[in-house]
């Protein structure tokens, strides 16, 4: 075999280990028993394999596009926990269930990523290409799931409460003096936003407030689809809207303000993610915040000890967001007609 088609994967196959055994090995780490370390030895010298640091201890992180500022921050937190244990973050951002997905996938495998974590990509999908898991498993590479795990598959994952989101946005405008609340929600089948909805319609059904079902408007998570679907609440008469990102609640404030309303005399609204400068929007945004701090440090852990062969519990652990309540909600007012535009 050519030297410049051997890598870690061939030599985890030859040695009979997996790609974070290799990658142990190669990095000089604890954990690894003097056999398993002479087996991979021998592997790469029959295959002629050269270590090439450039890629030993890289950890890829599959995400949505980092415009999205809690993205960004989530990564950024991932590889400072990561960087103490010698392994580095390699950020991959794609459109979860994209073939630019599957493609960095094979990539890491290829050149021998030591783990993966998919934040908020195909994990949170209904529907996902089954072949991301099946080359995991045929790789034995390690990986760690944020906001959903895969469907039918064990591993372990680190999420959001997103149902209690829903439940403490509807709760904290109803306390408000709010009865018709909008929900400017994600794509059906993403499971943060399928939770995010759950939490809305089950609150609103316990505090009594009517057609909750028909005020819930689904659509991408950007600056655009919130737009759109708060101009359809408004058109429903909400005098409050949920909005399942920051970045639909400022397309919500356009429609709000094209309507000739404002924040929040006429309307009060509610984002998600705490996204950074929210507190500098006019008005400052009330929203609910992911704690992306604690959520990067517990992906870190789970996945530095899947490499060094420890224990890690399995399942989806949730993490409590928080209300952070600054001036785009207040007390509801009866505005009377809308303003025709």
Known sequence: MEQDKVGIVEVARLAEVSVATVSRVMNRKSGVSQKTREAVERAMAELGYERTSSVEGIVGVIT???????????????????APHGLRAMICPSLPGGVQ??????????IGAAGIVFCSASNTLESFDPELTALLAS????YVCVNGLFEGVEGAAFSTDDVSAGEMAVRHLQALGHTRIGLAAGPEGNKPSDRRVAGFLATSAKLGLADAEGLVVRQSYSVEGGQFAADHLLRLGVTAIVAASDQMALGAIRAIRRHGLEVPRDVSLIGYDDSPMLEFTDPPLTTVRQPIDRLGGAVARALVGLLA???????????QPELVVRGSTGPY???GPEPRG
Do not use: C, H, N
């Open 64 to 82: 949505p596009g980092l415009s999205t500022p809690v993205f960004a921050a989530l990564a950024e937190w991932i590889g400072l926990a990561l």
């Open 333 to 335: 007012r009866d505005r």
């Open 309 to 319: 062969d420890r224990q890690v519990p399995v399942g989806e652990l949730m993490f």
């Open 139 to 142: 790789r034995r590479v390690p």
């Open 101 to 110: 997905e599957r493609d960095y996938l094979k990539s890491l495998l290829d």
